[in-house]
């Protein structure tokens, strides 16, 4: 499942990542405690432009490197990305869906964090919104 995205909410926050509970790839890309290459987030675009200038000095994979997925970088980097096809389409078809499931989890660990943050803020108040199950 998808964590959706929260307006106005600062995915720059490093307090947000101290507990460690990002994945694999979402800690790879981890930069002054920030993941997402120290924006919070990830970017498509910035992951298509990471593989296309890699190309052109005859280096595949590299917008896997972005992403976190160091392994699969390197396997491309060996294959020269299949001979070109599995490049191809990945910059056209995957990449957007890889980048998509990272944001997901630094999301949902930055969520988790600020809301039991919430929790403890304000001096001793206690900032939970109960929901009447009431009809």
Same mark, same amino acid.
């Given at each position: 499942?998808?964590?959706?995205?929260?307006?106005?909410?600062?995915?720059?926050?490093?307090?947000?990542?101290?507990? *460690?509970?990002?994945?694999?790839?979402?800690?790879?890309? /981890?930069?002054?405690?920030?993941?997402?290459?120290?924006?919070?987030?990830?970017?498509?675009?910035?992951? =298509?432009?990471?593989?296309? /200038?890699?190309? #052109?000095?005859? !280096?595949?994979?590299?917008?896997?490197?972005?992403? *976190?997925?160091?392994? #699969?970088?390197?396997?491309? #980097?060996?294959?020269? *990305?299949? !001979?070109? /096809?599995?490049?191809?389409? $990945?910059?056209?078809?995957?990449?957007?869906? =890889?980048?998509?499931?990272?944001?997901?989890?630094? =999301?949902?660990?930055?969520?988790?964090?600020? $809301?039991?943050?919430? !929790?403890?803020?304000?001096? *001793?108040?206690? $900032?939970?919104?109960?929901? $009447?199950?009431?009809?």
């Amino acid at each position: 499942m998808s964590e959706e995205y929260r307006e106005n909410f600062n995915y720059g926050n490093p307090n947000y990542y101290k507990q *460690g509970n990002l994945s694999g790839s979402a800690k790879n890309t /981890i930069s002054d405690g920030i993941p997402g290459h120290g924006n919070g987030q990830l970017s498509t675009s910035t992951a =298509r432009l990471w593989g296309c /200038i890699a190309c #052109c000095f005859g !280096v595949q994979g590299c917008q896997r490197w972005y992403v *976190g997925e160091r392994g #699969c970088c390197l396997l491309c #980097c060996l294959t020269e *990305g299949c !001979v070109g /096809i599995g490049q191809i389409v $990945d910059m056209c078809c995957l990449i957007s869906g =890889r980048v998509e499931e990272v944001n997901s989890d630094i =999301r949902r660990v930055a969520h988790q964090q600020y $809301d039991a943050n919430k !929790v403890h803020d304000g001096g *001793g108040q206690v $900032d939970i919104i109960y929901q $009447d199950n009431k009809h």
